[in-house]
C-alpha cells in the first residue's frame, strides 16, 4: 500500500505561484505513474500533469507551460512528488489530489485547497 499526503495549498493572487508537494510513502517504488489531479466546485475531477516511472510527463493543455510535475526519490519506499504552479489564473481554482498507480493499487491523497483570487 502507498500513503500520500499533500501540502502546499493556499490563496494566491492570479498571476502568482504555488508548489505544491506529495509526500509518499510505502510501496511507492511499484507506482508506474503519478500525478496530480484537481476537482473544482461542481465538475468532476480532472487530471492536470502526470509523470510515469520512465520520465514521461503529461500535461492538460490549459496548464501546459505554466505547470510542471516532478518526483525525487528519497529511498525506495519514500518519494516526493510537486506541481509548481506559475502564473495561475482564477480557473486555477480547486483541490489538488495527488495520485499513485501500479499494477494492485490506485491510491489518493486527502487534497489541498487552492484559491486563486484577487
Known amino acids: 500500500q502507498v500513503q500520500l499526503q499533500e501540502s502546499g495549498g493556499g490563496l494566491v493572487r492570479p498571476g502568482g505561484s504555488l508548489r505544491l508537494s506529495c509526500a509518499a510513502s510505502?510501496?511507492?517504488?511499484?507506482?508506474?505513474?503519478m500525478g496530480w489531479y484537481r476537482q473544482a466546485p461542481g465538475k468532476e475531477r480532472e487530471l492536470v500533469a502526470s509523470l510515469t516511472s520512465g520520465g514521461t510527463t503529461n500535461y492538460r493543455g490549459s496548464v501546459k507551460g505554466r505547470f510542471t510535475i516532478s518526483r525525487d526519490n528519497a529511498s525506495r519506499n519514500n518519494a516526493r512528488m510537486y506541481l509548481e504552479m506559475n502564473s495561475l489564473k482564477p480557473e486555477d481554482t480547486a483541490v489538488y489530489y495527488c495520485n499513485a498507480r501500479s499494477t494492485w493499487y490506485n491510491a489518493w491523497g486527502q487534497g489541498t485547497q487552492v484559491t486563486v483570487s484577487s
Open positions: 510505502g510501496s511507492i517504488f511499484s507506482a508506474y505513474v
